[in-house]
């Protein structure tokens, strides 16, 4: 059964950073593609970063290009999301996902999704 398990998330002043972790099981990754995306208080589920897992490609929002980092660790099955200068724009729950559809910055592609971890930027 395949689990994506977030962490990492937390209060954070403005111009500071978190990182993000989302650990990973039962999934074969070769075919696959990890994303972020993140939900704010009323508002819809929006595309943050993704990330190919064979060859490591990524794609940002233009939101937070510049700012944060998808990355990944073969070894520990993990994918992290590296946030920094946050901005209080930037507080929402944030949920790593799993897919091997399209397109790469729509829900639709993502059929494996975690729980969720908040991150509350202050101002």
């Known amino acids: 059964q395949v689990q994506l398990v977030e962490s990492g998330g937390g209060l954070v002043q403005a111009g500071g950073s978190l990182r993000l972790s989302c650990a990973v099981s039962?999934?074969?990754?070769?075919?696959?593609?990890m994303a972020w995306f993140r939900q704010a208080p009323g508002k819809g589920r929006e595309f943050v970063a993704v990330l190919k897992w064979s060859g490591g490609s990524t794609r940002y929002a233009d939101s937070v290009k510049g700012r944060f980092t998808i990355s990944r660790d073969n070894a520990e099955n993990t994918v992290y999301l590296q946030m920094n200068s946050l901005k209080p724009e930037d507080t929402a729950v944030y949920y790593c996902?799993?897919?091997?559809?399209?397109?790469?910055?729509?829900?639709?592609?993502?059929?494996?999704w975690g729980q969720g971890t908040q991150v509350t930027v202050s101002s």
């Open positions: 039962a999934l074969t990754f070769s075919t696959y593609r």
């Open positions: 996902s799993a897919g091997s559809r399209f397109p790469v910055n729509s829900q639709r592609a993502y059929e494996y």
